[in-house]
């Protein structure tokens, strides 16, 4: 992204509560700091928030690069999530709001939603399932898939909850590379108006998955499907389950789940996350970012199916005992304005969502926002990519209305949780639009050159993390090689995030893309975030991508594709604006060679844009697979134009 002088000297403070105040004397940097001095002191403070069947023997046990969290203490998700709360005011108190596409509503309290859980694991055990079992979970989002995947938690078994988006090869891959011996899934689910058959490509998965013994069918749509020998229905295996399953004591460095991480290339990840390490994380983290009260209503945006929908929609807002939204469809449909109705109709307190969700609202204007009413917000969020600051300014005045905080935080699914954000719940601070501002207390960030040596300020760099954290993932699942040599880049042992940074004057840290996200022109290296930042920056631009081609004389060339704001018209002059301001603001350098106004972005069903299909597209590549994208005219659309255009120029 782009830092000029005005960004990241724009800070803005809240001084209705709190004192403007001195960065190095704040509540928040003398916690931090503290915290540093003794990591396994600090995290050992912290696990004492969650509920132990036995305490540790040892906080941290570190063989770089292996970490194990709280040797010796048993700890079970399901009991930190609800079983707590069954005895306190909490018990009768909204957990899950849960909005159908189709307007359909369903309320749980945390004492249903402990029944479901309590059934549903007596219904995976009566089917074989113990504690190291593997379940896949392919669902769409309804209630009913963080019910399995507490009640996994719940009897020791180990989820990996695959984005109902996926096709049936990324189920193929996912399934036996996990050897999961149960696929809970739906006969469908909504999305934009349509049916996704999900059944149907679980059949087709499991003509080569050999490890699945049965298939649970949720009935959600009610289409036809066919059932076969495998194949037994939700509602009937958990017909007169009990409603108590006596949890397992599980281990703090048992897995809790695999998570696979796709690539654009080769087999996907397994990411394997701890219980005891990853819950201590995330409980923390979501109390300092968050700031959680009893009285707040959580909307986080994410699907379930990716990381932050394990653990800000399903393990750590439960843990708190907080209230919170499922959503089952998309942002835009059938009308631009879905999140904004859903604050004004449940008086939701937290929206927790993407830049790119927020970059397609810009592009309707403010008026749909405008004629809603979202005073009961009190805390803004973002996740999955670093925010341009037009976007954060548009996102604090216009549904902020300048009086809610912005959470930039970055982290991934290797890291489990929050590493780097506002924390609003120890300290307010000055903020800086585009800025994720400080790595919360008890982690340790650095931004480092190839050599893995310390960057001075202001200068761009690898981020690395210099000591584990307890939401560090254990491993990659049966490929400890490749956990070693895709993290641990560095002979210091700093965890390799792959992502740019720098960290300014004040040590507030911007976030520039991934390292591998780069364009190289004539030996300059330019961050594709910081090339679409700067085209956002124009008045006219509501999103963009951007990409590269081979250049024989450059190396190579930029390719911008933008989505332009409703009031203005694509024409050769204002592309010609777009161009100088490129030039203006970057230099000559970033002048792109070509530039495409496109009425929408390929982005998958998760918000973010699939540049890998933008290349593709450019250099005349195979596409490949597009069973993630959220809508697949898109590309076709972004394919006929670029073809077009280069026809056109091609007969001149």
Not at 214 to 224: A, Q, S
Request: hydrophobic letters at 35%; a neutral charge; glycine letters at 8%.
């Amino acid at each position: 992204m782009s830092i000029d002088k005005d960004n990241s000297s724009s800070d803005i403070n809240f001084t209705s509560s709190h004192l403007k105040i001195s960065l190095d004397k704040s509540t928040f940097q003398i916690k931090r700091a503290q915290s540093l001095q003794n990591i396994e002191k600090f995290w050992t403070e912290q696990a004492k928030n969650l509920v132990w069947n036995k305490y540790w023997d040892k906080t941290l046990e570190w063989n770089p690069p292996f970490a194990k969290w709280f040797v010796g203490g048993l700890v079970n998700a399901s009991i930190n999530c609800l079983d707590k709360h069954i005895n306190s005011e909490i018990k009768n108190k909204a957990a899950i709001i849960w909005e159908g596409e189709n307007g359909e509503n369903i309320t749980l309290t945390y004492y249903q939603l402990y029944q479901k859980v309590n059934q549903f694991s007596n219904a995976l055990k009566n089917l074989g399932i113990r504690k190291g079992d593997r379940v896949t979970i392919y669902l769409p989002m309804v209630p009913e898939l963080p019910i399995a995947i507490l009640a996994c938690s719940r009897i020791g078994a180990i989820h990996n909850v695959i984005f109902s988006g996926f096709s049936s090869t990324a189920l193929v891959d996912r399934i036996n590379d996990a050897k999961s011996k149960i696929i809970i899934t739906a006969d469908g689910g909504f999305r934009r108006g349509n049916i996704i058959e999900l059944k149907k490509i679980v059949d087709e998965a499991i003509i080569n998955t050999p490890s699945i013994q049965n298939v649970i069918v949720l009935r959600r749509t009610g289409n036809h499907i066919e059932m076969r020998g495998k194949d037994v229905w939700w509602h009937e295996i958990i017909q007169n389950q009990s409603s108590y399953c006596e949890p397992e004591l599980i281990e703090s460095i048992h897995p809790l789940f695999i998570l696979y991480t796709s690539g654009t290339t080769g087999k996907p990840k397994g990411v394997v996350h701890s219980t005891g390490g990853y819950l201590t994380h995330i409980y923390s983290t979501a109390k300092w970012v968050f700031d959680f009260n009893q009285q707040d209503i959580f909307f986080c945006t994410a699907d379930i199916g990716w990381i932050t929908g394990h653990s800000y929609i399903v393990y750590a807002p439960l843990m708190h005992g907080v209230t919170e939204i499922l959503y089952e469809g998309t942002a835009d449909y059938p009308h631009p304005d879905r999140y904004w109705s859903f604050i004004e109709k449940y008086g939701i307190t937290i929206l927790y969502t993407t830049p790119t969700a927020l970059r397609m609202y810009m592009r309707y204007g403010n008026e749909i926002p405008n004629s809603f009413n979202l005073s009961t917000l009190r805390l803004l969020g973002t996740v999955g990519e670093p925010i341009n600051p037009e976007v954060w300014m548009w996102y604090f005045t216009i549904i902020g209305k300048e009086k809610c905080p912005i959470v930039d935080t970055w982290w991934q699914t290797e890291t489990g949780g929050i590493m780097i954000s506002h924390c609003t719940g120890i300290d307010i601070m000055p903020m800086k639009p585009g800025s994720a501002m400080f790595p919360v207390p008890g982690v340790d960030l650095a931004v480092v050159n190839e050599e893995g040596n310390t960057l001075p300020q202001n200068q761009k760099g690898y981020l690395v993390i210099r000591k584990p954290w307890p939401g560090m993932l254990m491993t990659l699942w049966e490929d400890d090689g490749k956990y070693k040599n895709n993290y641990w880049k560095f002979q210091n042992y700093y965890y390799f995030t792959g992502d740019y940074a720098i960290i300014d004057d004040e040590l507030y840290f911007w976030l520039l893309g991934r390292s591998d996200d780069v364009i190289k022109i004539s030996g300059h290296r330019l961050g594709t975030i910081e090339l679409e930042s700067t085209f956002i920056s124009h008045e006219s631009v509501a999103e963009a991508a951007v990409t590269s081609k081979p250049d024989r004389i450059k190396g190579e060339s930029i390719i911008a594709f933008l989505v332009l704001k409703k009031d203005f018209v694509e024409s050769d002059q204002l592309r010609k604006e777009i161009i100088e301001h490129i030039r203006n603001n970057i230099g000559a350098i970033a002048t792109p060679n070509e530039v495409y106004f496109v009425d929408r972005l390929p982005k998958t069903r998760s918000g973010k844009i699939m540049r890998r299909l933008l290349k593709s597209v450019v250099s005349g590549l195979t596409i490949g697979d597009t069973t993630t994208l959220e809508d697949g005219t898109s590309i076709k659309e972004i394919q006929k134009i670029y073809n077009d255009l280069n026809d056109i120029i091609k007969n001149k």
